[in-house]
């Protein structure tokens, strides 16, 4: 395993504030693309999170305190737009970027030019975005689903929505573009597939179902434009066309999106529990398979996200059993994760504690989403409470745990500088004390009748929703704790990180000296 | 450990008997088992997969606290090296697989009878406008708006001074509700005049969305009589929140009579 001589152009200190922007403007390097991916989706994190803070607020008790309706809904469109497009999967980009040809054993991705404008869309996207909050009419306040007609009464903010939609949709899918390319051509020799990390292997099959998933947002967002400039009518009845197509349209992007989301973090945990169970991976080509299953099975799921629309019985029994089937295959995962933990020697490290309370938290997020799955049930459920709470459950101690998981477990290669362990378990503890706080009474406000999307609500709401936005407010001042975390290892300031940093790590990305240096594998290395 | 079951059991027991207990108002922790024939089943299949999920949660939870506990390097476990066992993989797929099964049967059965809405007595048209419920009694000639009632409309208001507290089924309250029968077979045909809307009385198990320009059945059929109450449940806008369902279930005698009430208000009004 080989690494170059520090390369004399790029170590030297640059003059100046232009030089150094203009760097990182200009940057075709994964690790400093990675690295921008990663600031920039934290950021977001902050800003979708104090908008969930505006959210828990106003929620905190019955009758309106704090803001109108109107904003009100804005403030659940963004923030649900943010999260989605500007931090989880710009945070899993960011992870690809760093950790994928490092993996591989490769020197770079393969479209370096491409990765670079891939991110500098984003900055530009959520800034489009962002600023209708300050367009006469507010921000977009539809939902994040856009649905029509309620969205073709948006106003302002309404083609300024759109074009960011396009722009995050166009980053995406160059960058999975990238990501495909580079898995596929640059492995290094005798890294065949089946002998490919995991993380690497969820993020061959993300990218394929981004490209799939992708183009229809952006044909469905496109129609939602034309119907409302160009005089078409492809969601208005009085003009032949039906709200509905737009829900399968949107939902067709929509339910491969969400595994697009997570199939990252599932693998971050298949590379974090191994280490620190000092043991391998349980049934690897299992899990591959079970990926690959979950990949496929996402695409013909969709219209569980509309089960109320009025769909004929075939269709609702149809995607039904689709939906249940799902459980099978992410069932496998759960119980392999598990039997790699079984007879390991197992520490508990901040990267594995995130790894554990995924898969205790995620789990739960999986059985609701099995009760939802059930068609007279989801009768129920459906636009209540109960599906915050599972869609929260899924991205937040599912995806985001899996984030910082990958965060903790990869800062000392990044950084060359061991996080402060004490700090990253107090971070972990409150965080995951607090998700549940937030999340869990959700669930019982949605079976007890809650809607949700409404700022004010009925008083036997009142104490759950009271917890739930304690917990919230814990949970939002808890990240602080991890913005700390991760300045002082941008400052150096820990214990200096060897290259192997986890005695049970294994892989191509810890055999080069941490930080890692700019350019690794600029000649490829054997693997057996 | 013995000590330790009887507290795991006892506190399972409680939390059973708490979640089966009916409506308990603040801090209703279960969904209603509702007033109809079908509500009846739906609160059935929730209670079975909740209890599957329950179970299946206890085992896989059991086998990663065991797991933590007894293989944690500290307590000197040393690492086994084993990367498969087919036989387990096989059985922890099909079992699933086979619970599915179980699983989908009585679900799918439940949902035909739901969406059968032949032999109704009733029809009423459903119809959602930004912010407010339409009621048509189409076979009847009796039509009218339903909207947030005076108090708590006032009360809502952004800092509106007002406790929600001292409003009487605050935001769950119209001016206007619906009526119809007990024990007859009610068909709702819904739609909407402008965006989407959804039409959720909890206790009927009913939600059907609202479209424009196209007409959504549902049917129920309530076996007692009081005041159900429900929401709007598909985001229409400002509004959403405040243009809630009432849905009063009376005897057939006072049904006719409020029917021939409304319908001699419909004559004086100019409607």
């Known amino acids: 395993m080989s690494t170059t001589a520090v390369d004399v152009h790029h170590e030297h200190r640059e003059r100046g504030f232009l030089a150094w922007a203009l760097r990182w403007i200009t940057t075709t390097n994964h690790k400093e693309i990675g690295t921008l991916y990663l600031i920039f989706a934290l950021l977001m994190f902050f800003v979708g999170g104090a908008m969930a803070m505006v959210i828990r607020l106003e929620l905190f008790q019955p009758g309106l305190q704090f803001v109108e309706p109107h904003f009100f809904n804005q403030m659940t469109t963004m923030h649900a737009l943010i999260m989605v497009f500007g931090m989880i999967m710009p945070a899993f980009v960011g ?88 898995i596929m051509n640059m ?55 039906d709200p509905v197509m737009y829900q399968h349209i949107f939902w067709f992007f929509g339910h491969p999106e ?93 990267p594995m504690l995130y790894a554990l309370a995924f898969l205790f938290l995620f789990t739960i997020g999986g059985f609701s989403g099995l009760m939802l799955a059930i068609v007279p049930a989801d009768f129920q459920y459906h636009d209540s409470y109960f599906v915050v709470a599972h869609f929260h459950y899924v991205l937040v101690p599912g995806a985001v745990f899996g984030a910082f998981a990958g965060a903790y477990y990869w800062l000392p290669k990044w950084t060359g500088v061991m996080y402060d362990e004490k700090l990253g378990k107090l971070h972990f503890w409150l965080t995951a004390i607090f998700v549940n706080v937030t999340f869990f009474p959700q669930h019982f406000l949605g079976l007890a009748g809650m809607p949700r999307r409404i700022p004010d609500y009925a008083a036997q709401f009142t104490d759950f929703n009271m917890i739930s936005s304690i917990g919230a407010f814990g949970l939002g001042l808890a990240q602080l704790i991890f913005v700390w975390v991760v300045v002082k290892c941008a400052l150096g300031r820990g214990e200096k990180a060897t290259a192997q940093v986890w005695e049970g790590a294994e892989g191509l990305e810890w055999t080069v000296p941490s930080p890692a240096p700019l350019h690794t594998f600029d000649k490829p290395p054997h693997v057996e | 450990m013995k000590t330790g079951f009887r507290a795991w059991a006892g506190i399972l027991l409680v939390t059973g008997l708490a979640v089966t207990a009916p409506a308990l108002g603040d801090w209703q922790l279960n969904m209603p088992r509702g007033v109809t024939t079908t509500s009846r089943e739906v609160y059935d299949l929730h209670m079975m997969v909740l209890w599957l999920c329950t179970i299946i949660a206890i085992g896989v939870y059991a086998a990663m606290v065991i797991a933590i506990v007894r293989f944690r390097k500290s307590a000197g476990a040393k690492p086994a090296k084993f990367t498969h066992n087919t036989r387990a993989e096989v059985i922890w797929t099909t079992i699933p697989a086979l619970i599915l099964v179980g699983l989908a049967i009585p679900s799918a059965e439940t949902l035909i009878l739901m969406e059968d809405a032949r032999g109704s007595e009733l029809t009423i048209k459903v119809t959602g406008y930004q912010w407010r419920w339409h009621y048509d009694y189409i076979d009847d000639g009796v039509r009218f708006f339903s909207s947030l009632d005076q108090a708590s409309n006032a009360a809502r208001r952004l800092r509106s001074g007002i406790d929600p507290t001292t409003v009487d089924n605050y935001l769950l ?36 969305d609202a479209v424009p320009g196209y007409v959504n059945e549902a049917w129920f059929e309530a076996t007692e009589t009081g005041t159900y109450r429900g929401q709007c449940a598909e985001l229409c806008g400002r509004d959403h929140a405040f243009m809630p369902v009432v849905v009063n279930v009376v005897t057939q005698e006072e049904y006719e009579a409020w029917l021939e009430e409304r319908r001699a208000e419909m004559v004086t009004q100019a409607f």
């Open chain 1, 95 to 182: 992870f690809a970027n760093w950790m994928i040809p490092m993996m591989i054993g490769a020197p770079d991705m393969a479209l370096p030019r491409l990765n670079n404008y891939s991110f500098w869309l984003l900055p530009f996207a959520t800034s489009l975005l962002l600023l209708t909050l300050f367009l006469p009419g507010g921000a977009p306040a539809a939902g994040w689903t856009m649905y029509p007609p309620l969205v073709l009464q948006g106003g302002d903010s309404f083609p300024f929505m759109i074009f960011a939609v396009h722009l995050l949709g166009v980053s995406s899918i160059l960058g999975a573009i990238n990501i495909i390319v580079t």
């Open chain 1, 187 to 241: 492995r290094a020799p005798g890294m065949a597939l089946l002998k490919m990390p995991m993380f690497v292997w969820t993020w061959l099959i993300t990218a394929y179902l981004l490209i799939v998933a992708l183009p229809v947002l952006a044909g469905g967002v496109t129609m939602l434009l034309t119907d409302q400039f160009f005089g078409t009518s492809f969601f208005e009845a009085a003009g032949g066309g």
């Open chain 1, 258 to 350: 969400v595994y697009i989301i997570i199939l990252p973090a599932f693998g971050i945990i298949s590379q974090v529990i191994p280490t620190f169970s000092r043991k391998p991976l349980f049934g690897y080509a299992s899990m591959v398979y079970a990926t690959a299953a979950i990949a496929f099975l996402s695409m013909i799921v969709w219209a569980h996200h509309m089960f109320t629309v009025g769909m004929p019985l075939g269709g609702q029994l149809f995607f039904m059993l689709t939906t249940m089937i799902i459980a099978v295959p992410t069932g496998v995962k759960i119980f392999n994760w598990t039997a790699t933990m079984w007879r390991g020697s197992l520490s508990f490290e901040t």
């Open chain 2, 173 to 208: 309250e119209v001016d206007n509700p619906v009526v119809v029968p007990v024990d007859t077979k009610v068909r709702l045909l819904i739609t909407a005049a402008d965006v989407l809307h959804a039409w959720w009385v909890p206790e009927f198990a009913i939600k059907k």
